[in-house]
């Protein structure tokens, strides 16, 4: 089974522009996190969706937004790039069990983005 | 701030050692405990998940959880140069909270 795949896998924008970054889950999975990686904060959370709904939402700033397709493809979207932003960004599917049931994530290659 | 903290190592471990990787976390609610392993410009890759409390042990792994002390750990046994990786501890809410929650990570080196 492929796993999650994630496009593009490398990315330079300037600050002020907008990026739009792409996640096929592991088919069957229908629910897809995403995730920001710094060196210095680590992974943070950004959002999760699960049947084109967000569920869930980290403490980012409204620069960053995403979106799920019926087909359980998933895109962010960060808008009015600032140099902060770069980083490497990933996303994880998940078979997404009902609320309060444990499920595990898997994640993709991941989207490293440079913002200059 | 619900966290997760972990020791930011590094962490250095002989060949066929045991590495004992450690974490603790503040969210005492907390409902599931993934432990997974990221080398040097790659992704992160689930190697274990922990859900009760006491061991749970695949292969060299032994994924070890107590939930009133707050901590979960991971043993490496008969450790190998190929596990020389950083280690992140991610813990789930549970609930309707579906996030992972992950520590700053644990960098093992194991010399050959």
């Known amino acids: 089974k492929a796993g999650v795949t994630q496009t593009p896998r490398y990315l330079i924008k300037t600050r002020g522009q907008q990026v739009t970054l792409s996640c096929s889950p592991i088919?069957?999975?229908?629910?897809v996190s995403w995730y920001q990686q710094t060196p210095g904060q680590g992974l943070q959370f950004l959002f999760e969706?699960?049947?084109?709904?967000?569920?869930n939402k980290g403490n980012f700033p409204g620069r960053f937004s995403g979106r799920q397709f019926s087909n359980s493809r998933s895109e962010m979207n960060v808008s009015t790039l600032e140099l902060g932003d770069s980083a490497l960004y990933l996303c994880?599917?998940?078979?997404?069990?009902?609320?309060?049931?444990?499920?595990?994530?898997?994640f993709g290659p991941g989207t490293r983005l440079t913002v200059t | 701030q619900k966290e997760v903290e972990q020791n930011s190592g590094p962490l250095s471990v002989p060949e066929g050692a045991i590495a004992s990787l450690n974490c603790t976390y503040s969210?005492?609610?907390?409902?599931?405990f993934f432990w997974y392993r990221q080398y040097s410009g790659k992704s992160p890759e689930l190697i274990m998940f922990i859900y009760s409390n006491g061991d749970k042990e695949d292969g060299r792994f032994t994924a070890q959880l107590n939930k009133a002390s707050q901590y979960v750990s991971l043993l490496i046994r008969d450790s190998q140069p190929s596990d020389s990786a950083t280690y992140l501890c991610?813990?789930?809410?549970?609930?309707?909270?579906?996030?992972?929650?992950f520590g700053k990570g644990t960098l093992l080196t194991v010399n050959p």
């Open positions: 969210d005492r609610g907390s409902q599931s």
């Open positions: 969706y699960f049947s084109e709904t967000q569920r």
């Open positions: 088919s069957g999975h229908r629910s």
């Open positions: 994880a599917s998940s078979l997404a069990p009902s609320a309060g049931e444990a499920y595990e994530q898997y």
């Open positions: 991610a813990v789930n809410a549970g609930g309707s909270n579906y996030k992972l929650t």
